[in-house]
């Protein structure tokens, strides 16, 4: 009994200890940055991140979560800054004035996946409305995010293109999950998914999943990096912010991102267009 | 198969060239889950003590309480934590979210309830005279208290046990609170959740294996423990 | 035994336990050197009333003076110390035998030498030594309740209290520890009381009894004065007074009164007024068996033919259970049962004297 008591005294001590060697960082020179899990599931911001702490000396808190969360948190002033992809959603959190600054980043695009067999017959179809009435008309099981990430709100823009309202059908599934987690639902289930690149690039060796539908100017997605408004919320880290959003758009920043994934892939995730118009993109 | 047989390889890998992230990830999960159950023990056996000697209005409410508490789910746990630790929450003066403090609170509020619980129950079930026992043999109130401790001290133990494999175990309240931050917030759980999505199953299986690995590892010492202690 | 001090005193004392009352004794003394067992059938109050000696009871109310010394909050523990309390399950500490029967010491600070000489006595008294470092969890029944009381012993009480000590335990055990007990309480002085529904342990132990009965002592004396003159049934039973007979009084007179009994009559010895409800007892032994019926009857001998409902053979005696328009219990030699040729079914003369009848109170 006494030994047992004596290393539980030992444990309890070291666990004290401990208590003083969690890492913690001031929160000034902390950011917290929201952003769609594409983003970090693609590595992408593994890439990133550590070039900007490192030139900065910021530490960055990155928050990878949907879309929609990630608006959410900036509205509430939980985030610094976001990079996001739901440009309709950010144009009225703009025009809100929740965000002090939105600027350019980079795209990817959607792309329409499914089994190489293709039992909708949709490979080769010019448009994604098109290839979105022929799942439909074959009833071949098609699975959504439904978790109003940008993917998610990119799906449901196309949905209502193509004049369809897919909700209620059995032919059509919605995860709630992340991007590469729905991916395999679909592997797993024979079906048609949208998807954007970067993420079926980075899964792809584990899926048995075929591009099917790709290069519609509707299938483009384009990131943006959000400065959350200080001016709505005086927590907001405004200068860490800033200083992340300058970074996004650097000419070496832009450079890494268009390098970035090809010597795994072959080819690049994510296209740099910082400075662009997005008119350019056919937005 | 192949692809657990790919997970063991890399798990096997990584484990013998000691990567960096995964001991950094390894320590910090039994840094916060290590020092939530210290913590949660404290509380709880002290909290279930008390609740079990002494005689209050609602002393039942109260262990059923507990008792509900002990599935208390993390992801819940997890929210209520973030809200509270939000910039513009009530608790925002500690400026703690996102970081392993956050994440040792949310995983001492998952672990309290159940070490809470089982001290109550292991005291409970002992002879209902032991109390009186002790003090009929001139045991102050103290020595009285902390004899009890020791007579229920194995099943303690398995609660110990309990709390500490519900935190290291649970993802929820950690990528809620911690927010997965590469470097500084990812734990075993987290990790594997997100290499999964991302599509890297050896990596995830390497982490999930590691995870096992260490929750054998630890309830083994003090299955030794309780067990070296019933057989005496 | 006024002369002598009381070690401990009780007055007023009352227990409740979710608004009834468990215990309410007025009064009660024990004297130093005695022991007095309380007896008393279960839920009785023998247990809440040991408890509330030892101040255990928090809803216990009244005073207890211990060496004519108040007992209050502040002494509490101190008076503890005085005294020790065994109860019914050895209640042994998940640790060796030795540190167990140290524990009571170890509470009172008491250096280790001295921790050790008492220790090691107090095993050797209940003949435990060689046990000293078994776990308590792999002891017998009887070693287990050895080392209890030799844990209470070591802490060389002035008061021990004892509620069914024996009750777990099987009959060989049993009377090996009494027997190590009951010197063990001649050596050391110390003043007992004990709780025990056994009928041996009480005239064993027991310098006075106590009876109890609804939370109350409805007798307290001389062991044998309570053996002889038992005041309610309980005690009766107790003092092994079997038969149990209730009826109404017929007719009364010179210090004799007849009574029924179901459909038959029996004759008392004693004052009662006709239509009094009335129970009285006898023992087995003083109810003799005849085949025929006697060629004269004396005065105040009542007699009934029976028939015999079962016999019981106990070593030399037996138990023949008889009914005789109500049922009687008589213990008789084996030799009577051979000579009388009794057997089951068959039909017996019962006899017993109208002063052997022991009248109970109320």
Known sequence: MKRVMQTLFAVALSLVMMLGSLPAVASTKTIILATTTSTQDSGLLDALIPLFEKESHYFVKTIAVGSGQAMAMGKKGEADVLLVHSPDAEKKFMQDSYGSSRKLVMHNDFIIVGPALDPAGIKGVKTSAEAFKKIAASGKLFISRGDNSGTHAKEKLLWKAAGLTPEGNKWFQQTGLGMGQTLNVAAEKKAYTLTDRATYLALKKNLNLSVLVEGDARLLNVYHVIEVNAAKWPKVNSAGGKAFSDFMVSGKTQAVIGSFGVDKYGSPLFFPDAGKRPESLGL | MELVFDGIVTAWQLLISLDQELLAVTILSLKVSGLATFISVLIGILGGTCTVLAEFPGKRLLISLVNTSMGLPPVVVGLFVTIMLWRNGPLNMLDILYTPTAMVIAQTIIATPIVTGITIASLQSLPSNMKLQILALGASRIQMVWILIKEARLALLAGIMAGFGGVISEVGASIMVGGNIKGYTRVLTTATVMETSMGNFDKAIAFGLVLLLVCFIINYFLTRVQQKERLR | ?362
């Open chain 3, 1 to 362: 035994m006024n002369h002598k001090a009381a070690v401990l005193e009780v007055k007023g004392l009352r227990v409740s336990r979710g608004g009834a009352e468990t215990v309410n004794v007025p009064s009660f003394s024990l004297f130093s050197r005695e022991t007095v067992a309380l007896i008393g059938p279960n839920g009785s109050g023998k247990s809440s009333f040991l408890l509330s000696l030892a101040c255990l009871l928090p809803s216990a109310e009244g005073d207890i003076f211990f060496n004519g010394e108040l007992i209050n909050r502040k002494k509490l523990t101190e008076y503890r110390r005085s005294l020790a309390m065994v109860f019914q399950e050895p209640l042994l500490f998940d640790t060796t035998v030795y540190k167990n029967v140290a524990s009571g010491l170890i509470f009172r600070s008491v250096s280790p030498q001295e921790i050790r000489k008492r220790v090691e006595s107090s095993m050797e008294r209940f003949r435990i030594s060689h046990l000293a470092e078994r776990s308590a969890r792999k002891l017998s029944g009887g070693e287990a309740q050895r080392t209890s009381l030799a844990r209470a012993f070591a802490t060389s009480p002035v008061l021990l209290l004892l509620d069914e000590p024996f009750a777990a335990l099987d009959p060989p055990t049993r009377k090996n520890l009494t027997d190590d007990l009951a010197l063990a309480l001649r050596e050391s002085e110390i003043a007992t009381v004990m709780a025990t529904h056994d009928q041996f342990d009480a005239l064993y132990f027991a310098d006075r009894l106590a009876v109890m009965q609804k939370g109350a002592i409805v007798q307290m004396d001389a062991t044998f004065s309570v053996v002889k003159h038992p005041v309610n049934e309980f005690a009766a039973a107790f003092a092994g007074m079997e038969n149990i007979l209730k009826g109404s009084v017929l007719k009364a007179e010179n210090g004799m009164f007849s009574m029924s009994v179901g459909n038959e009559t029996i004759q008392v010895t004693g004052v009662r007024l006709p239509g009094e409800q009335v129970t009285v007892c006898i023992r087995p032994e003083q109810i003799t068996l005849a085949n025929s019926r006697p060629d004269r009857l004396l005065s105040g001998q009542n007699q009934f033919l029976c028939r015999i409902v079962r016999i019981i053979t106990l070593g030399l005696y037996s138990r023949v259970y008889l009914e005789c328009g109500f049922v009687l219990v008589s213990a008789v030699a084996n030799q009577t049962v051979q000579n009388l040729e009794l057997s089951h079914d068959g039909k017996v003369y019962a006899l017993f004297d109208s002063s052997a009848l022991h009248l109970l109170d109320g």
